[in-house]
Structure formats: structure tokens, C-alpha cells
């Protein structure tokens, strides 16, 4: 069995790559996913100019010794845009594809960094995140609808109709993945979308100390880890039906070879790790990837297509 794949054309060895904000906002962590067995990788969400970020505890696993999941309200914390910039002037293309994401606090803003990396021709994935739900005052791009809409016209034109891709933020009425893909779907230079970010505002409590586990926000912040799994699909799915034109890639709740071969039984055709990653490292990546492998060689799967999108229903 093979988990080679390829995505917008290019080769991976694996499906398998971090989430953006997980081991990726500084040079070290990314060139450490460089280093490990990761098929991919992205930057951490950025926007034009550094940003602190919340203040701390901002990240906190539940469950310490077992983690169920994690909650987090980072706030946005980055080195700028013309850090990642530089940092796709000197990724090393032919070890992995990188994807950069960004995070515009403003259209412009938006706009500017697309019309920068439209000018600077590198080979980097765009990733625009529209569902950073942790930046105090701002309501995320991915639950209004206009707002979204407006900014992918403005965006794909910026970016010359070159493909790129959204991050979305998980929806939970039928009526929501209609509408949002119809949206989508107007834009053929969206080439993929990734489903899911946190779920997010969820709040923690807890009973020993009778209180909430992150400062920011009263403790309110983004979901993710073993909770977010069963919405994760639901979400990698429903766009999977709804864009066929579009590539899926998956993120939420996977930890092990067992979750990533779901993801992509529900339709992606990479899959993202993000709290798993946190708590183990980038060696996760060579266990996931076994795990993944073995579960293939007992099904009898060759590779991937073998059982990509096929999810049956009752
Ligand atoms: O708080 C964050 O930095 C953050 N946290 C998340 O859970 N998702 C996001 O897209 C972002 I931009």
C-alpha cells in the first residue's frame, strides 16, 4: 500500500500535514516540519504586521493526562506577513509542498498580502483563513455570508485567478453548507477549501478551582481535539458533495491513523492535525502515517483513491 497522493497537481509522499497556528509561527518549528515525515505544511495565519497575541494562559489541553482536546484563544499571535514571505523564498519545494495562510484584520489587509505574493511567484499554496474566531471584536469572515462573498471576489481577482484555498469554520445547518458552497462554488480559482477550524467559543470550567482554564475572552475559546471530530466530518463531507470541482482538505479531531482514514473515507484528500500535534510533536507524523498504512494493508487498499469520498450511507 502507497499513501502517496497528489494535490493542485503536485506530489506528496502523504496525505498528512499540520493545522496553521500548530508548530509553524516561527522558523525553527517550521523548519522542524520540514525535517519530519509530513507530507505538507503551512504557516501560521498571519497578518501584515506582527501581533503579540492574547494574553496567557491563551492554549490549554482538557483532561491534562488524557487529552480529550484543547481549548484556545490565541488572539492571532504571528510574525507578520513579511516573515512567512520570506520564509517561501527559502522553503525547499522539492522536500514538500507549504502552504502559507493568512489572516487579514481588514479587506485591505487582505488584499495587500494577496497582492504580494501574487507579485513575489512562489510556489506556496494560499491558504486565506476566514474563521480565526479568537480576535477580540472581530466577528469571522466565515460566518458572514456577504463578507465572504465580497472578499473572494476581491481576492481571486487580486490574485489573477491563480488557485488558492479558504480555511472555514465549521458550520452546523444544512442550510449554512448549502449557502456556503453556493458561494464557493462561484469561485473555480478556489481550489480547495479546508474544513474545519476550532468550534469556536466553547468555554471550560474547572471544578477544582471553580473557574475558567484560559484568560482571554473570560475563558471563552476555539474547540479542538477528540470533541470537534464527528462535526470535522460532517463538515469534510458536506463540501465534498457540494463543491466536486474542489479539493477537501480535512482537519479535526485526528490523532491517529484511525481518524485521518476517516477524513478521508468523508471525502479530503489531506488531512490536518492540530492539538494532537501540539501535545506530541512532528514525530506524529511518521506514527500517523504507519497507522495509516496498516489500516489500508488490512482493508486491502492499495492507495488512496481506493477509498477516497467513499463513504457509504445506509
Ligand atoms: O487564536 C488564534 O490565533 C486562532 N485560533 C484558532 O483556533 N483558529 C484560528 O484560525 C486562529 I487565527
Known amino acids: 500500500s502507497s499513501l502517496a497522493t497528489t494535490f493542485l497537481d503536485l ?3 502523504n496525505p498528512l500535514m499540520n493545522a496553521s497556528g500548530v508548530w509553524c509561527s516561527v522558523a525553527s518549528q517550521l523548519e ?26 491563551r492554549y490549554r489541553v482538557l483532561d491534562g493526562n488524557k487529552p480529550w482536546g484543547s481549548i484556545n484563544s490565541m488572539g492571532l499571535p504571528n510574525e507578520g506577513f ?18 502559507i495562510s493568512i ?13 504580494s505574493l501574487k507579485d513575489a511567484v512562489t510556489p506556496a499554496i494560499l491558504e ?3 474563521s480565526c474566531p479568537n480576535v477580540p ?3 469571522q469572515l466565515g460566518y458572514d455570508f456577504d463578507a465572504m462573498d465580497t472578499l473572494l471576489a476581491e481576492v481571486t481577482s487580486g490574485y489573477g485567478q491563480r488557485q488558492l484555498g479558504v480555511k472555514l469554520p465549521p458550520y452546523f445547518d444544512i442550510a449554512h453548507f448549502d449557502e456556503a458552497a453556493a458561494i464557493l ?22 471544578i477544582n478551582t471553580e473557574s475558567v482554564i484560559i484568560k482571554p475572552k473570560d475563558g471563552f475559546g476555539g474547540l479542538g481535539g477528540d470533541y470537534v471530530l464527528p462535526t470535522a466530518l460532517a463538515n469534510v463531507n458536506a463540501f465534498y458533495r457540494r463543491c466536486p470541482e474542489k479539493a477537501v ?40 502515517k504507519a497507522e495509516l498504512l496498516e489500516i489500508m494493508k488490512q482493508k486491502g487498499y492499495e492507495n488512496l483513491a481506493d477509498f477516497h469520498g467513499k463513504l457509504k450511507t445506509l
Request: hydrophobic share 40%; net charge negative.
Open 249 to 288: 482538505i480535512g482537519c479535526g479531531g485526528v490523532k491517529s491513523g484511525h481518524e485521518a482514514f476517516l477524513h478521508i473515507l468523508a471525502g479530503a484528500t489531506l488531512v490536518q492535525m492540530g492539538t494532537a500535534l501540539y501535545e506530541e510533536g512532528p514525530g506524529i507524523f511518521t506514527r500517523v
Open 82 to 99: 513579511p516573515y512567512y514571505l520570506r520564509y517561501t523564498e527559502r522553503h525547499d519545494y522539492e522536500t514538500k509542498p507549504l502552504f
Open 128 to 130: 486565506i483563513n476566514l
Open 103 to 115: 489572516s487579514g484584520l481588514t479587506l485591505d489587509d487582505n488584499l495587500a498580502m494577496v497582492d
Open 32 to 57: 522542524a516540519l520540514l525535517e519530519s515525515e509530513s507530507g505538507a505544511m503551512v504557516t501560521k495565519s498571519c497578518t501584515l504586521d506582527p501581533r503579540n497575541g492574547n494574553p496567557e494562559p
Open 11 to 13: 506530489p506528496l509522499a
Open 185 to 206: 462554488n462561484r469561485y473555480p480559482s478556489v481550489a480547495f477549501v479546508t474544513c474545519i477550524n476550532s468550534i469556536g467559543n466553547a468555554l471550560v470550567i474547572d
Open 137 to 139: 471584536g472581530k466577528a
